[in-house]
Nanobody
Framework: QVQLVESGGGSVQAGGSLRLACAAS?????????MGWFRQVPGKEREGVAS??????NYADSVKGRFTISRDYAKRTLYLQMNSLKPEDTAMYYC??????????????????WGQGTQVTVSS
């Protein structure tokens, strides 16, 4: 059974940085998974932040140049380095996984497994 556990959330002032991590367990052939980061605020739909696979790397326009997604295949861990944080980045952040080698995009409906989320709060 695939399990994803996020960590690294917290509170930070605008302009600060945070690094989120997502540890995967129960995964076979981790390198064949498309992994993504998503975020959601109460009352709004979940939105894609970034996604990564061996062939694809995608970012939402709102985070390009500020966030960096990466993954450590040996540790089966996904990361999201968030710099120059803004109050509008405040949200619950989730990591997600989808097996397969197809196109990997940060679109929520395409993912099979989700973590429990980690809260990021950016104050002005």
């Amino acid at each position: 059974q695939v399990q994803l556990v996020e960590s690294g959330g917290g509170s930070v002032q605008a302009g600060g940085s945070l690094r989120l991590a997502c540890a995967a367990s129960g995964v076979t052939s981790y390198s064949n998974y498309c992994m993504g980061w998503f975020r959601q605020v109460p009352g709004k739909e979940r939105e894609g932040v970034a996604s990564i696979s061996p062939l694809y790397l995608n970012y939402a326009d709102s985070v390009k140049g500020r966030f960096t997604i990466s993954r450590d295949y040996a540790k089966r861990t996904l990361y999201l380095q968030m710099n120059s944080l803004k109050p509008e980045d405040t949200a619950m952040y989730y990591c997600a996984a989808r097996p397969g080698s197809g196109v990997c995009l940060p679109i929520p409906t395409g993912y099979n497994y989700w973590g429990q989320g980690t809260q990021v709060t950016v104050s002005s």
